[in-house]
């Protein structure tokens, strides 16, 4: 049975995450790190939540973990507007995470898994000139570094589901794609707009085909938009915990 760990694991993504690994059989423990209590329904006997308020001592909770974590996950992000600011965004987005990472590495984790983001074109130069998806891909290449057996970078576009916070125009894009997929059964969303639940659901899959031997060529598979549909949506079999 394997074990798992996760931050981030009370937003749109890392929740799902959560509660997608408490479905999984051969996952034996799931450690979940967070600054507030979990939802109610994140119940299991695999559970077990590490809750403190001072972000920056993650990194030690990592390393006192009672059984070494073989995959670990990050949905761990925020926006410029909660943090009050860009450069405290990115303490969060890229100083935090790649802290996580490299204490990660060193509890021994094989399999290292990121919730990134889409890239805005396929120019990665004008990607960079972008303070947002340059410091994602900033991040992306330190945690390529830190040398992994198997790192994963999930690269979702929009995320579709129900956040805590209020973010009006990215409700309204929401909305766009609810309508698109709904009149489509899902091929005017799918290719720009993921569910978070799917998304979550992709970052498991992935992570257990590293963790399995069951990875494609190289250490590091970046899963994009269309791969997270395959993987999230119609490779996914162990349920919706609903």
């Not at 590495?105 to 130069?125: C, D, F, Q, W």
């Not at 799917?198 to 031997?213: F, M, Q, S, Y």
Request: with cysteine; net charge positive.
């Amino acid at each position: 049975m394997a074990t798992a760990a996760v931050v981030g694991s009370t937003g749109l993504v890392g929740s799902q995450i959560l509660s997608s690994l408490l479905l999984v059989p051969t996952i034996g423990n799931v450690f979940a790190l967070s600054r507030k209590p979990l939802k109610a329904a994140d119940t299991s006997n695999k559970l077990q939540s590490v809750i403190n308020t001072d972000s920056s001592k993650w990194a030690s909770e990592l390393s006192y973990l009672k059984t070494p974590p073989q995959i670990f996950f990050s949905g761990l992000a925020t926006t410029r507007a909660q943090a009050g600011g860009f450069e405290n965004q990115r303490k969060i987005d890229y100083d935090l995470n790649l802290e996580l990472a490299k204490a990660a590495k060193e509890r021994g984790v094989k399999v290292y898994v990121l919730i990134s983001v889409a890239t805005m074109t396929k120019n990665a130069m004008l990607n960079r000139m972008f303070a947002y998806p340059r410091m994602k891909a900033e991040l992306e290449d330190a945690v390529k570094e830190l040398g992994f057996e198997h790192t994963i970078l999930v690269k979702p576009g929009l995320l579709v589901g129900d956040r805590d916070d209020s973010r009006p125009a990215e409700a309204a894009l929401k909305s766009v794609a609810q309508l698109m997929g709904a009149i489509s059964g899902g091929v005017l969303k799918d290719f720009w707009a993921q569910d978070a639940d799917v998304t979550g659901k992709a970052a498991v899959i992935a992570g257990l085909r590293c963790l399995e031997g069951q990875a494609p060529t190289g250490k590091v598979w970046e899963v994009g938009q269309k791969e997270i549909v395959r993987l999230g949506k119609t490779e996914w079999k162990y349920g919706n915990g609903d």
